[in-house]
């Protein structure tokens, strides 16, 4: 064919075997480059797209009209099919729930998907209102996950990355570090105006695939705001967004107003070093120092709510409201934690704070992204997580911690640095009823303060590349080492959370991968017989069995037909239709495998940094994890007002399975010189069941 034929561009690309999903995205890449006559000479030449980096490819116009049709070629969200999400619904919970009890759930739920039944009227409904919008489950699961939710936002909402423990030779070398960071920030938001960035792509089994690049179209833009019953979330126009020329400064629990652009042009480091000096004596000033007002966006939603009420009455408090809500960011600068400098205590300080008398009123946690800079060198960020995703902030960050040590110091001559307006106080006016809000905010804080148990571990035996060695996915493998904690801390299997990224769809968000898997509980339990009835050979089919189940569910979950998203979906509808709540979502199964008492997340770092978040039930853990070539880092959580969970303890038996699985593969390994294990007959898993 000739060179300019469409069918010479994308023949090499539909002939990839195995991968359908991947030709399809590529496909329409390409469809675009076409039309826009922007195909690369090189990819022409080569046949494939093999040029294009694993991760991130190249965004062929910057404005806003190119991304949005470019967004517009990905795919919706699926709705999948009822029975599909029904059966798969009834296999996850059957061994988390008694005999009687999982006989009753049957029942209920074969009622509900019953041919002419209240299913099959919400699937309609549910199919109607994706063929309207360009994302049906989008804000329904935003408010169901975040904006309804009435829990404080530190610790119960809104995860961190803490950065490398930084080394600062005093206090000007602090301040030097914060201004690189926010001369990063300012060149970051720059690229997100001009839709610069590049498209993230997937990797795995789907590699190559486009991801939607909306989440990053708002990491600086955003707003939440309290509501009494629900919160609202704010994303600024490009236009506001581009007039967003400050940050907010918060010191000693003061606030200040840092312009970034003066007269068209932004600050350089020399600049912005010099405004932050300015702003720590205007914080050490203390007959100027006024209440702790940030610490009222660390209260319950409903609690800030009220008191951001009460705060709106005064002018000068709705000004101020004002210019936090519009910056781009802010910039906690942190007093010394006095806490030792080791990982969990790098997490606790970026989490909350350490409470009232240290620095958890030094935030604001309503904004989308707040980056700590701490006079010890505990330096991290604090996101606002019903905006984006955990990669999103990590590449961010990626980028800034890149910018802040990789290139030269930007440091002018002292006649060449302009003279700028001083920084600006943020001001406030109180009063008692203020006053007794602000006291009891600060109790509610240090009463979380002293509830969370973190334990930040770094498993250093093996990692990601030992893993695969094996012939398994990481993450899977990861997985199964944390249901074997979980049932050799409690003696079963509990409902599991695991973030699956769906943002190969239309603003795409997540689902959910309920890892807590029949096959799982067929593992774990031969993994902790004491009487050493199966054999290893019987572990590695039970061990494989559980990593397919678990890597088939992961495959569902990030093509859209997962279970979690759907049924919420199809409990939305039957409330917009004023209907009877349907029994299946008033059943006790229900009720219970949506109590998520273990709740993970991968999130992988390509710079020295970790991410952490705390559970989201009183008797639950988090468990944030990031495998490196050699070695996996885990940031375990958990409350100590519940006597039965402790981080430590979960530590030490996760770091026991881990070494436990190594020396089963091994052993099997050793056994089998080319590395195949012979099938041997399992014990039927519809026998395994939990009390």
Not at 73 to 83: A, T
Not at 283 to 296: D, H, Q, V
Not at 455 to 483: H, M, N
Not at 560 to 586: C, Q, V, W, Y
Request: overall charge positive; some cysteine; glycine content about 6%.
């Amino acid at each position: 064919m000739k060179n300019g034929s469409l069918m010479y561009y994308v023949t090499p690309l539909l002939s990839r075997p195995n991968c359908i999903d991947c030709s399809c995205s590529l496909f329409l890449k390409c469809l675009y480059m076409l039309r826009e006559r922007r195909l690369r000479p090189q990819i022409v030449s080569r046949g494939f797209l093999d040029d294009f980096p694993l991760t991130r490819m190249p965004i062929m116009e910057k404005s806003e009209a190119a991304r949005d049709r470019y967004s517009q070629m990905l795919p919706k969200v699926p709705v999948p099919p009822l029975k599909q999400t029904l059966d798969t619904y009834l296999k996850s919970v059957q061994h988390l729930v008694g005999e009687e009890q999982f006989k009753k759930t049957k029942a209920i739920v074969e009622k509900f998907g019953a041919p002419g039944g209240v299913g099959e009227v919400l699937q309609k409904k549910l199919s109607e209102r994706r063929d309207k919008t360009s994302n049906w489950v989008y804000d329904y699961w935003l408010e169901d996950m975040y904006l309804n939710n009435r829990m404080p936002l530190p610790v119960n909402s809104s995860p961190v990355t803490v950065y490398p423990k930084q080394t600062f030779k005093d206090q000007k070398d602090a301040l030097r570090f914060a201004a690189r960071l926010i001369e990063g920030v300012v060149e970051y938001a720059a690229l997100i105006d001009a839709r610069a960035l590049p498209v993230d792509v997937a990797r795995g089994k789907q590699a190559g695939t486009a991801l939607c690049m909306e989440q990053y179209y708002r990491v600086f833009s955003s707003y939440r705001y309290p509501g009494l019953k629900t919160d609202t979330l704010a994303v600024q126009t490009n236009a506001a967004s581009a007039a967003s020329q400050h940050v907010i400064v918060a010191c000693k629990n003061q606030f200040f107003v840092l312009d970034v652009v003066t007269k068209g042009k932004k600050l350089i480091e020399t600049e912005i070093l010099s405004q932050l000096v300015k702003i720590m004596t205007m914080a050490e000033n203390a007959a100027e120092r006024l209440p702790p007002f940030g610490i009222l966006t660390s209260d319950g939603r409903t609690e800030w709510a009220q008191a951001r009420d009460a705060l709106s009455k005064d002018q000068t408090n709705r000004d101020s409201l004002a210019l936090i809500e519009s910056c781009l960011c802010v910039v906690c600068l942190d007093e010394p934690g006095g806490l030792v400098p080791r990982d969990s205590n790098r997490a606790l300080l970026m989490l909350h704070g350490c409470g009232r008398e240290k620095n958890g009123a030094n935030r604001w946690y309503d904004k989308s992204m707040q980056f700590v800079v701490g006079m010890d060198g505990a330096c991290g960020v604090v996101f606002e997580h019903s905006v984006f995703e955990g990669m999103v902030m990590v590449h961010c960050s990626e980028y800034l911690f890149n910018h802040i040590t990789g290139s030269p110091s930007k440091m002018a001559e002292a006649s060449s640095v302009r003279e700028l307006a001083p920084p600006r106080r943020v001001l406030w006016k109180s009063n008692p009823h203020i006053e007794g809000l602000l006291a009891a905010s600060g109790e509610r804080l240090q009463w979380l303060v002293n509830n969370l148990d973190m334990d930040v571990f770094k498993f250093d035996v093996y990692g990601r590349e030992y893993i695969k060695k094996q012939k398994t996915s990481p993450d899977a493998f990861i997985q199964l080492a944390l249901q074997l904690a979980v049932y050799k801390c409690n003696r079963r299997l509990d409902a599991t959370y695991e973030s699956a990224s769906i943002r190969r769809f239309q603003r795409g968000r997540v689902d959910n991968i309920r890892s807590a898997t029949l096959e799982a509980l067929a593992f774990v339990t031969a993994m902790t017989d004491e009487r050493a009835t199966f054999s290893d050979e019987e572990k590695m089919k039970r061990f494989r069995d559980a990593i397919n189940a678990q890597t088939n569910y992961t495959i569902a979950a990030i093509t859209g037909m997962a279970i979690d998203n759907h049924l919420l979906g199809l409990h939305r509808i039957a409330k917009e239709l004023n209907m009877e709540t349907p029994e299946i979502f008033s059943d006790e199964t229900y009720l219970g495998s949506n109590q998520f008492i273990l709740t993970t997340s991968q999130v992988l770092t390509t710079v020295k940094m970790f991410c952490c978040y705390g559970p989201v039930t009183p008797n639950g853990y988090g468990a944030c994890y990031n495998p490196q070539s050699d070695h996996i880092i885990f940031c375990v959580s958990s409350f100590w007002e519940k006597t039965a969970t402790n981080s430590a303890v979960f530590v030490k038996v996760l770091n026991e399975g881990l070494l436990e699985i190594r020396d089963l593969c091994n052993r099997s390994s050793a056994a089998s010189p080319k590395g195949e294990s012979t099938p041997t007959e399992a014990a039927p898993l519809s026998t395994l069941r939990l009390s």
